[in-house]
């Protein structure tokens, strides 16, 4: 997962559950608080209402001796009838004895009766329960002179408001809740790009350092980014200064050895062409010259190294890569025949790029060099040079394809090979220093190209060559 993306991640994954949180504990205490507010309503109009029983209640234990339940019913009806929706009145039994409805006195009609909440008012406290239809039953206790809870006061309210009030309410705040989690996403987004934006660029300079390309890293912060960059810059140079002088080391030893490597191989030649019986130094001497050729080689191509390193203005031409590829084939030939390989060729017409011919001549051959190296007696080598279409023509790409049934590079060494002075560990048995392949990268990518390689351990090895077709 991205940086920035886990940040978003993240950041949302937050935001939301604080949000979530907030929203749950607040919808909660809505909930809790409107009932708080309308139960301690219940019981301001409990309290009036049981007041107003017990006085009809008293009058009437005074004026009779035994009370007539359905008589007090009645009495009481009459005062508190308007009390809610619908009040009713229970024995001590929770027999209904009275009800009225919308402030009239119901004589008939058997309402649905919740026993349990009379019950409990009986036992002498408040109780009250609210149906699906959104009803409330407040049953009150009343008490004769002796302190027995002998009636009860049932008041019916509907507080459907309440719950169409509660629904309003959480609207809002879910709208709002929407509202905020579109804002966060949006000023995540913004966050995350604001600070993946220089991490990017440091990112940039580091695959641009990794290239050998060292442009001034600039971030106008003062933060750790800044110092991040700051670093980078220091390190860049350092390198840079460090790598120019290894180069320039590199260039100073291979001038100086060139002459008397020149003379070692002249001497050496003269001693191996002369007439000599001694069979161990004639051994020797074909052995140095072969050793001075290989120290020539060495230094010819660690000379065309330093000259890339330095010129900047190489002379190119519009080149058939068809052609050259043909002359390389020629050329190596003779040393293809000695390992009994097959060079099988597939070279097409109009493959043209913009080179400098004596160094993409010099790539090939150490492409082909090595095909021929790293293959095993008898095997098939197939060289094929075309034109490589892409949607957009105008960039279509010339194309080399050198391809071997060799013994192949491990995947761990493929990029390590194309490294100067890397030698894989499957060439201990074959004579080299390592730079061939270095070298063509450096000459290919000098035009513009790039090198492909792609090989199996044990398999085979196939290198590809494209350039921008002129
Ligand atoms: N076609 C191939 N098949 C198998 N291994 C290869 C092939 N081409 C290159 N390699 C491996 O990559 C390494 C680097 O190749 P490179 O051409 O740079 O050096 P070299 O052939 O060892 O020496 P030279 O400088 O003489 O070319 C080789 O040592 C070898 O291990
Ligand atoms: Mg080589």
């Not at 090979?417 to 002075?421: H, P, S």
């Given at each position: 997962m991205k940086y920035a993306t886990r940040l978003l991640v993240t950041y949302l994954f937050f935001s939301i559950l604080s949000f979530s949180i907030i929203i749950i504990s607040v919808n909660k205490a809505i909930d809790y608080y409107s009932f708080v507010t309308i139960e301690k309503q219940m019981i301001e109009k409990a309290d009036i209402s049981e007041l107003s029983f017990r006085e009809i209640l008293t009058r009437y234990e005074t004026e009779t001796e035994k009370v007539k339940p359905d008589e007090l019913a009645q009495a009481v009806l009459e005062v508190?009838?308007?009390?809610?929706?619908e009040v009713r009145i229970y024995d001590s039994n929770s027999k209904l004895i009275g009800s009225a409805k919308n402030g009239i006195i119901v004589n008939n009609g058997s309402p649905k009766i919740y026993k349990g909440n009379i019950k409990n008012a009986l036992k002498g406290n408040y109780s009250y329960l609210v149906t699906d239809n959104k009803l409330i039953y407040f049953a009150i206790p009343v008490q004769d002179k002796y302190y027995q809870n002998v009636y009860v006061f049932e008041i019916v309210e509907n507080i459907s408001y309440y719950y169409d009030i509660m629904h309003k309410v959480r609207t809002v705040l879910l709208t709002g809740a929407g509202g905020f989690i579109v804002l966060i996403t949006l000023s995540s987004l913004y966050i995350a790009r604001k600070t993946t934006k220089p991490i990017k660029y440091l990112l940039g300079a580091t695959e641009k350092f990794s290239k050998q390309q060292f442009e001034p890293v600039k971030l106008n912060r003062k933060d750790e980014l800044g110092m991040l960059a700051e670093g980078l810059n220091q390190m860049g140079i350092k390198l840079n200064s460090y790598i120019q002088y290894q180069k320039q080391f590199v260039s100073n030893v291979s001038h100086e050895l060139k002459t008397p490597l020149a003379a070692i191989r002249g001497f050496s030649q003269y001693l191996n062409e002369g007439d000599n019986e001694d069979k161990e130094l004639k051994k020797i001497y074909s052995h140095l010259l072969h050793e001075s050729d290989r120290l020539t080689k060495l230094i010819d191509e660690l000379l065309i190294l330093s000259r890339f390193d330095k010129a900047s203005d190489l002379k190119t031409e519009k080149e058939d890569l068809s052609e050259l590829t043909y002359k390389v084939v020629r050329s190596l030939q003779p040393k293809a025949d000695m390992g009994e390989l097959i060079i099988e060729t597939d070279l097409r017409s109009g493959v043209m790029a913009e080179v400098n011919p004596v160094l993409m001549t010099h790539a090939v051959s150490n492409i082909l060099d090595n095909a021929i190296k790293y293959s095993n007696t008898g095997g098939h080598i197939r060289v094929e040079a075309y034109i490589k279409e892409e949607i957009?023509?105008?960039l279509n790409m010339a194309v080399i394809k050198i391809r071997d049934q060799g013994i192949g590079i491990h995947q761990d060494e493929l990029a390590l090979?194309?490294?100067?002075?890397y030698r894989a560990g499957?060439?201990?048995t074959t004579k080299g220093s390592g730079l061939g392949l270095s070298l063509c990268k450096e000459i290919i990518e000098k035009f513009n190209g790039r090198l492909n390689l792609e090989s199996e351990f044990g398999v085979g090895t196939t290198v590809t060559i494209l350039l921008p077709l002129a």
């Open positions: 508190l009838k308007a009390s809610g929706v957009d023509h105008s090979v194309q490294e100067r002075f499957n060439s201990i």
